[in-house]
């Protein structure tokens, strides 16, 4: 067995004050050596050729990799083979020329597409460090609305095909995020502990950045975790001077402006004297901002470098003509340069920088443009990817369970790659996010289904495979049996609900024991069908749904009694007679009750027309043209009736035709359920709309509230505040929105109440007590920021706009307990149980249970990742999930011993083969430590 320190789980090699050397493998230093030298008594210019490559934005990823005519060229010209084409080339006629290279999704469509002899030259280019991989993920990914497990994921897919494409000298060894718009401190976290030296990014909030070009303080050290040991989440970070532009009147691309260096002073316009002039003032303007004598400058920016010999036969003409005046006395030295060699000689200088512990958001890059929409937009594609991603960890881990006959089902191959791919795709910033055009937003969804597509028939065989049974595509049974597969490394209860025809059902489960279930009529202004609900536990298990068997249905009207939803042991929750609003939420184990009134609003989408500004709301940017929201209610009361049964109870509320909510209160469960559902947003008004509901509490918050990044560790929000910075507050809503990509709280000390979210949305806490959560956008114009499109959205089945439902799960719990409830839940919200289908009764010889844990894991570890990585190895991943600070019973380091948990498959077992050094048999995790692990096993 060899424990390889794969994606994660690298110590980062972080520029520190300390100035302790880098402490990088021998080989890198081959590859560093390419460093071109530089002049410590001089100003020295990092020249780094670049190209931001948008894996889909305004046009698919696949129509910016060829940039054909017929691929909406009218839209954007670009073409991404002809970039990799034309740098390649450049940088063979001339040596001192380097290029950085960082979407690996669009570098392996061109690879695939070489030569082995181009591959050989493209080899010894990055050999000797003249095209260098930065980032490297498959994609550059959002930060603001990605869960941590998919760009992990993605980040691995990138960096393990440059590892066997290019071996150590193809290992970027610098995160760069040029474009994302605000910056997650998980993500900084993820970086430092996949092992980058450094990070560096282009936007940042505008006043954030006046205050550090002031202080001098664009470089700096981010401390990205609050759990983590220092240095284990440390990270250098670098602010770059022009977001990622050249700096102003020196872009020398076919897509810019700019008068090329005309140097032959026979000819007309001969220009050095004048290009030289304006260059070193750019440097020195720009060196005023930084500590160091080293300055870093991009030269390129989206889809450029198409004709690289514009850029190159410009740049090696600057080089030349300021550098020749270095003897007329000029101190600024120019070179061709590389992120990396940029990184090394900061390290060098060896500085104190300054610390930062807080995050980028929101990122506004003018006082009425706050870039806190996308937080929210495209509320359905969002889920999709969410869910795209518990179906591929599913797909992984039966991948393994299944071993390689799994991959040959009978209704052909399947694989996890498609989808693999597909989400690596979902997670670039203009993906997830929600800022592509429609046509876009279409493609990605599309990759994803063909994604699930390819997992369905790996998954369909295999769990038939494990219960002995063929699963059936018809979906029509008069008596079907579902399976249940449980991805978590904890036994869960999870309540399945099905849409039936039938009004009575029997359900059964695998000794069969009837389950406690229940059939549901819809009420007709939600849905027209009907739902069988059943609550079901543990994993990998088969319950069978037999129509004979009658339960009888009760409807209650609520009309006349006060509703009321109560379960035994957990929650109790009450709703005011008079609004039908929620109005109080116990907790029947703590005795704990706060008051909680919730509420649907809309903010009337600012057009652009008012006199502080022109910006209207669009995909990116939330403006509101009122503080105030609108209530969507035009009724004193909602509508509202109870439905009331041993497994669930239901209060359904109709607050308009457009809004409407389902509580839901499971008899087991410690969460309540809001479920939403929000559309056809309507615009006959022409008033764009950004739907929200608002929690109002009693909790004492004092302007606090606390929000998760990118699904893992928890940062505190307060109201028009900033940590590192003086804030001026010129949107008091906008300008208050964070992400919320799995979780969001307000505490007092004696109560938390945690919202569980099902997708990335936005929200925030304007009032004490208060948190409201953006659900829906619809909106007219578009915001000015690219894509050139309002966030309209229809489709064929909701030609009046797109109608989106989604749900929230709230708990009440003890500040010091909380974690112990929303931690193990949110997990359950990300990885949901995949439900297969089976029509007649079993046969008596059908395998009704199976696990693949011979016992679950201790609760504080979650199983992040089980996947097959090659014919004989396993890529496991585990995952402290709690925070050092948030439970007595589960901040606690906590050793798993992988042989004892290991996995089984109906007779065959997977074992651990050898190991390299046995003390690895058991594993020590620290509160929200990530352990990577490529298990090389054996079937027996
Ligand atoms: C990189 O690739 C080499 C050769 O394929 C392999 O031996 C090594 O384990 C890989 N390293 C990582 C970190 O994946
Ligand atoms: C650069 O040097 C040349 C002479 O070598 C001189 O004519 C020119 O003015 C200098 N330009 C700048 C901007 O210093
Ligand atoms: C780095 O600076 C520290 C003081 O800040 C000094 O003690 C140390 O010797 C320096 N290291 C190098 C390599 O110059
Ligand atoms: C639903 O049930 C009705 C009668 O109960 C039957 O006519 C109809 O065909 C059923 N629909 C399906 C899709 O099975
Ligand atoms: C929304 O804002 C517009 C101004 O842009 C205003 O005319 C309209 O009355 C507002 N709608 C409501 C319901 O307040
Ligand atoms: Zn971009």
Redesign the pocket.
């Known amino acids: 067995m060899l424990v390889c320190n794969m994606a994660l789980r690298l110590r980062p090699v972080t520029v520190l004050s300390t100035g302790s050397p880098l402490s990088v493998a021998k080989c890198v230093f081959v590859c560093f050596q390419s460093c071109h030298a530089t002049k410590p008594d001089m100003l020295n210019v990092h020249l780094v050729p670049h190209t931001h490559d948008d894996v889909g934005w305004l046009k698919t990823v696949d129509q910016y990799y060829y940039g054909g005519d017929l691929d909406r060229n009218n839209i954007q010209h670009a073409g991404v083979q002809y970039i990799l084409d034309s740098v390649v080339d450049q940088l063979l006629k001339n040596p001192d020329r380097r290029f950085i290279y960082v979407e690996t999704a669009f570098f392996y469509r061109w690879w695939k597409q070489q030569s082995s002899s181009m591959q050989q030259t493209v080899k010894q280019l990055v050999d000797e460090g003249r095209l260098e991989f930065v980032n490297g993920g498959w994609c550059m990914s959002d930060e603001a609305t990605t869960h941590y497990s998919a760009v992990i994921d993605q980040m691995t897919l990138g960096l393990r095909f440059l590892n066997e494409t290019f071996g150590v000298c193809g290992r970027p060894r610098v995160a760069w995020h040029i474009d994302p718009f605000g910056h997650a401190r998980e993500h900084a976290s993820m970086f430092a502990q996949m092992g980058f030296d450094g990070f560096f990014f282009g936007r940042v909030d505008y006043q954030d950045r006046a205050r550090r070009m002031k202080d001098k303080e664009q470089e700096l050290l981010w401390r990205a975790s609050s759990s983590l040991t220092p240095p284990m989440a440390d990270l250098f970070t670098g602010i770059l001077p022009n977001g990622y532009n050249p700096p102003d009147g020196f872009c020398w691309d076919q897509l810019c402006d700019d008068a090329p260096i005309r140097d032959d002073p026979d000819l007309e316009d001969y220009n050095v004297d004048d290009v030289v002039t304006r260059f070193l003032k750019a440097a020195n303007t720009q060196a005023l901002a930084y500590k160091t004598n080293h300055i870093i400058m991009t030269m390129g920016s989206d889809f450029q470098y198409e004709n690289a010999n514009l850029w190159y036969k410009n740049l090696d003409k600057l080089i030349l003509y300021v550098n020749a005046n270095q003897s007329s006395g000029s101190k600024v030295n120019l070179l061709y340069s590389t992120p990396s060699c940029y990184l090394q000689e900061l390290h060098r200088a060896n500085l104190t920088w300054p610390l930062k512990e807080d995050d980028f958001f929101p990122y506004a890059d003018a006082a009425h443009d706050f870039w806190t929409g996308y937080f929210t937009s495209r509320p359905a594609l969002k889920r999709y990817e969410r869910i795209s991603n518990s179906n591929l960890q599913t797909c992984n881990q039966l991948e393994v369970l299944g071993g390689p006959a799994s991959r040959k089902g009978p209704f052909g191959a399947g694989d996890s790659q498609t989808l693999s791919k597909a989400m690596a795709v979902a997670q670039h910033h203009d993906a997830v996010s929600g800022t592509e055009k429609q046509h876009v937003a279409n493609d990605y969804a599309k990759r994803l289904a063909e994604g699930w597509q390819h997992c369905q028939v790996l998954q369909n065989p295999l769990i038939s495979t494990f219960y002995g049974i063929l699963a059936s595509a018809l979906f029509c049974f008069p008596q079907f049996s579902v399976g249940v597969y449980n991805p978590l490394a904890h036994p869960v209860t999870w309540p399945v609900r099905l849409p039936v025809n039938g009004t009575a059902y029997g359900v059964t489960d695998a000794t069969g024991k009837p389950v406690d279930s229940q059939v549901c009529v819809l009420p007709r202004f939600i849905s027209i069908r009907r739902f069988v609900t059943a609550a079901l536990a543990k994993r990998g298990d088969m319950k069978r749904f037999v129509s004979e068997g009658v339960s009888s249905v009760q409807i209650h009207s609520g009309r006349q009694e006060e509703p009321r939803l109560r379960s035994e042991r957990y929650l109790q929750v009450t709703f005011d007679p008079d609004t039908g609003l929620l109005s109080g939420l116990s907790n029947l184990e703590t005795k704990q009750t706060i008051k909680l009134t919730q509420n649907f609003y809309w903010y009337?989408s600012s057009?652009g027309n008012n006199a502080e500004s022109k910006q209207p709301s669009g995909a990116y940017i939330f403006r509101p043209?009122s503080s105030t929201p609108?209530v969507v209610s035009k009724t004193a009361k909602v509508q509202s009736f109870q439905v009331k049964h041993s497994v669930v109870q239901e209060v359904r509320q109709r607050f308009s035709p457009w809004v409407s909510q389902v509580v839901r209160l499971y008899a087991d469960s410690k969460a309540l359920e809001l479920e939403w559902t929000v559309g056809p947003v309507p615009i006959n008004d022409w008033?764009g709309k950004e739907v929200i509901t608002r929690l109002d509490t009693s909790i004492k918050t004092s302007q606090l509230f606390y929000t998760d990044s990118n699904g893992r560790e928890v940062l505190q929000r307060r109201k028009d505040f900033r940590p590192t910075w003086e804030l001026k507050q010129t949107e008091p809503i906008a300008g208050n929105y964070y992400p919320i990509n799995s979780r969001a709280f307000l505490k007092d000390d004696e109560d938390q109440l945690t919202v569980v979210t099902d997708r990335s949305q936005g929200g925030s806490s304007l009032q004490n007590g208060s948190l409201e959560i953006m659900l829906h956008r619809r909106l007219l114009f578009d915001d000015y920021r690219g894509v050139d499109e309002a966030l309209n959205e229809a489709s064929e089945i909701f030609p009046d706009g797109l109608v989106v439902r989604g749900r929230l799960f709230l708990t009440l719990d003890h500040p010091a307990s909380a974690a112990d409830t929303h931690r193990p839940l949110a997990q359950q919200v990300v990885l949901q149980p995949l439900l297969t289908f089976t029509d007649g009764d079993l046969s008596p010889e059908t395998q009704l249970e199976f696990s693949g844990l011979q016992a679950a894991l201790p609760s504080a570890v979650h199983l992040l990742t089980l996947s097959q990585w090659d014919k004989d190895s396993v890529l496991l991943r585990l995952e402290h999930q709690f925070q050092s600070d948030e439970s007595q019973v589960n901040s606690r380091p906590v050793t798993v011993n992988l042989q004892l948990h290991w996995f089984c498959f109906s007779e065959e077992k997977l074992m651990l083969k050898e190991f390299e050094d046995p003390s690895v048999t058991e594993v020590t995790l620290r509160p929200m430590e990530i352990r990577t692990f490529l298990l090389r096993v054996s079937r027996r």
């Open positions: 009337n057009r043209n609108l008033q």
